[in-house]
C-alpha cells in the first residue's frame, strides 16, 4: 500500500537516462498502470522524471521526453524504479544526480532496478551487503565492479524487502507483478497479468535463462510432459513417472529438462506444487491438510515445512497477508 501520509494512488516514479533501453523502461507504465481495483480507479500513479526534465535519448533512433523533474517527482515517491540502460557511455553528469536522488529519496519508499539498472543501485551504495542480481549476461562485470554486493547471478529477481532487483528483460515484469501481488492482492495481480497477456506468477528463484548448447534433437522436448504433470500435482509423479511420459531415459530427461527450464525436475515440480498451494491459499478457505492434498505436497506439516523454506512464513499467516477478511465474523468464503 502507499507510503505516503496522503491518499490516493501509490507513486511510482520511472527514471529516464540517456540509453535507457525502451523495453524495460515501458513496463512499470504498463504493468502499474494497469492495476485497478473493483471500481476502476487506479492503484498506481506512474511518473516518468529525468534531470532537470529533459528529453532523453534511448539507445534506439527515438527520444523520450520525460514529464517531471527527477529532484521533484522523487520526494513524494512511494516506489523509484531504474530501468535498464545501456552502460557503455553513460553521461557522468546524469549519473551524479541520479545517485544523489536515489540517497535522497523518502524514507519508506522502495527502491527497484530492472536489468542493468542494478549498476546505478549499487554505484549508490544502496546494494552493498544486500543480495541482488541483473541480466546474467553483466553479472561477471557487476561482481568486479562491485565486490560487497551479494550477487545471484541465476535468479529472476530479489525482494530484499525496501530494494528489489530484477534480472533482465521480461523479469522486470515478474518483478513488477510480484510487487502489485504484494500491494494489492493476487486478485489485482492476476488481472493485471491476463491484461497484459503474461504469466501471472514466475517464482523470483526462478533460473534465468542463461545461454546454453542448443539440445542435440530439437524435436525431444518436456514440454508436453510439463503440462501433463501439471494437471496432476496431486499425484504421486516421479522422475521415472514424468521420464517414461516423455518416452525418454532417466538421463535424457533430466537433461533435456533442465536445457529448458534451468533446474531438475524434481526441483520444478516442488516449486509448481508450492505455487499450487499460494494460490490455493491466497483464494480460498480450504483446511490447511486439504491443500497439502491437494497439491501433492502430502501432510499440513509437510505443506508449512515446504513454505517455510520457499517464503518464511507458515501458510496460515500467507494467508492472512491475502485475505485479511477470513478472520472477520460473517466474511465472503472461497472455494475451488
Not at 521526453?65 to 557522468?92: C, K, Q
Not at 517414461?244 to 538421463?251: L, N
Not at 491437494?294 to 517464503?311: K, P, Q
Request: glycine residues 6%.
Amino acid at each position: 500500500m502507499s507510503r505516503r501520509a496522503t491518499s490516493g494512488p501509490h507513486r511510482v516514479v520511472v527514471i529516464a537516462m540517456d540509453g535507457v533501453i525502451p523495453f524495460e523502461f515501458s513496463i512499470p507504465a504498463r504493468l502499474f498502470g494497469a492495476a485497478r481495483d473493483e471500481s476502476g480507479r487506479p492503484l498506481y500513479e506512474v511518473i516518468t522524471a529525468s534531470t532537470d526534465a529533459k528529453p532523453v535519448r534511448t539507445n534506439s533512433d527515438f527520444m523520450i521526453n520525460p514529464a517531471a523533474d527527477l529532484n521533484e517527482a522523487i520526494r513524494s515517491a512511494d516506489t523509484v524504479v531504474v530501468p535498464a540502460v545501456e552502460l557503455a557511455g553513460l553521461d557522468p553528469r546524469q549519473v551524479d544526480v541520479v545517485i544523489e536522488s536515489l540517497r535522497h529519496r523518502p524514507r519508506g519508499s522502495r527502491i527497484m532496478s530492472i536489468c542493468t539498472g542494478a549498476h546505478l543501485l549499487a554505484s549508490a551504495g544502496l546494494l552493498d551487503g544486500r543480495p541482488a542480481t541483473t541480466h546474467w549476461n553483466h553479472t561477471a562485470e557487476f561482481s568486479r565492479e562491485f565486490p560487497r554486493v551479494r550477487l545471484d547471478p541465476d535468479v529472476l529477481f530479489v525482494d530484499d524487502g525496501d530494494v528489489l532487483t530484477s534480472a533482465g528483460a521480461a523479469a522486470g515484469v515478474d518483478l513488477c507483478l510480484h510487487l502489485i501481488r504484494h500491494d494489492q492482492g493476487s486478485t489485482v495481480a492476476n488481472a493485471v497479468a491476463r491484461l497484459c497477456v503474461v504469466a501471472p506468477w514466475r517464482e523470483g528463484g526462478q533460473a534465468q535463462f542463461i545461454e546454453a548448447p542448443v539440445p542435440d534433437n530439437e524435436d525431444a522436448s518436456t514440454t508436453s510432459t510439463r503440462a501433463w504433470a501439471m494437471e496432476r500435482l496431486d499425484a504421486d509423479l516421479t522422475l521415472a513417472s514424468m521420464a517414461r511420459h516423455a518416452s525418454m531415459s532417466i538421463r535424457t530427461f533430466t537433461r533435456r529438462f533442465r536445457d529448458e527450464t534451468g533446474t531438475s525436475p524434481n526441483q520444478w515440480l516442488n516449486r509448481q506444487r508450492i505455487d499450487y498451494a499460494r494460490r490455493l491459499l491466497e483464494s480460498t478457505d480450504l483446511p490447511i491438510d486439504q491443500i497439502a492434498d491437494a497439491t501433492g505436497l502430502g501432510t499440513a506439516a509437510s505443506l508449512r515445512g515446504h513454505l517455510r523454506t520457499a517464503i518464511g512464513v507458515s501458510p496460515s499467516t500467507y494467508r492472512r497477508t491475502f485475505q485479511p477478511e477470513a478472520n472477520v465474523p460473517g466474511a465472503p468464503k472461497h472455494t475451488l
